[in-house]
């Protein structure tokens, strides 16, 4: 099969809302595709389940993968997991996350910091990153040059920390340690808007302390 064992990324981007705390906000998010022409992994399959699947066009999903428990990136997984026939996993501290999306239910399976995930030959590797929520994660591609950031970090600066279950020291701390020690070619795919790189971004983590967000 041409394509075959390349592994390249796909975004998709799907648009709805995100409730937390008594609030709803419109957001856009990014749902990444990565794989080859026989098999993906699919980073938060937000909002529209219909636009993933046809991004995906029949290829085997080899499991969804959440960066984190928020509404806006969770709300359609099982569905989509379901039609894919893929397992959806999800870090086990954002457990009542998922509780408030899907109540007496679980995700498939968790994911551990340093688990990692081969497809078409590239392998994603789990980095826990609490702070915007107490179980996100980013994948690592280092074969790709990629890290897929969900809400922890953005061209700009860090995700929000205002709202439940957020914490502003605990991901600047992540930040720190885990996603500015990176290469700095590093692209960073992030779970909204553009994506930056690591180089890029890491010049201002002292602005970001000062301002406080
Ligand atoms: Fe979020």
């Known amino acids: 099969m041409s394509g075959q064992g390349r592994a390249r990324i796909e975004r998709v981007t799907t648009a709805g809302t ?3 705390d008594g609030g709803t ?3 856009e998010n990014n749902v990444w595709i990565v794989g080859d022409d026989a ?6 399959p937000a909002h529209d389940a219909d636009a993933v699947a046809a991004a995906v ?4 999903v080899a499991a969804v993968l959440l960066t984190h428990g928020h509404d806006d990136h969770i709300r359609h997984a099982r569905e989509f997991a379901d039609r894919a026939g893929a397992p959806v996993l999800l870090h ?3 457990l009542m996350l998922w509780e408030a999306v ?5 995700p498939d399976a968790g994911i551990a910091d340093g688990q990692a995930f081969t497809v078409a030959g590239a392998e994603l590797t789990a980095l826990h990153t609490p702070g915007h929520s107490p179980g996100s994660v980013c994948f690592h591609a280092p074969a790709l040059a990629t890290v897929f950031t ?3 970090l953005f061209a700009g600066g860090p995700g929000a920390t205002g709202r439940s279950y957020s914490d502003f020291p605990t991901i600047i701390d992540s930040i720190r340690t885990r996603l500015l020690t990176l290469p700095p070619d590093t692209t960073v795919n992030t779970g909204h808007g553009d994506p930056t790189t690591i180089g890029a971004e890491a010049p201002h ?5 000062d301002r406080g967000h």
């Open 39 to 44: 098999e993906v992994l699919v980073i938060d």
């Open 150 to 152: 969900g809400d922890t």
């Open 18 to 20: 995100f409730s937390l």
């Open 57 to 60: 066009a029949g290829r085997t």
């Open 25 to 27: 906000w419109e957001v």
């Open 92 to 94: 086990p501290a954002d």
């Open 205 to 209: 983590l002292q602005e970001w302390i």
């Open 102 to 106: 899907y109540p007496g239910t679980a």
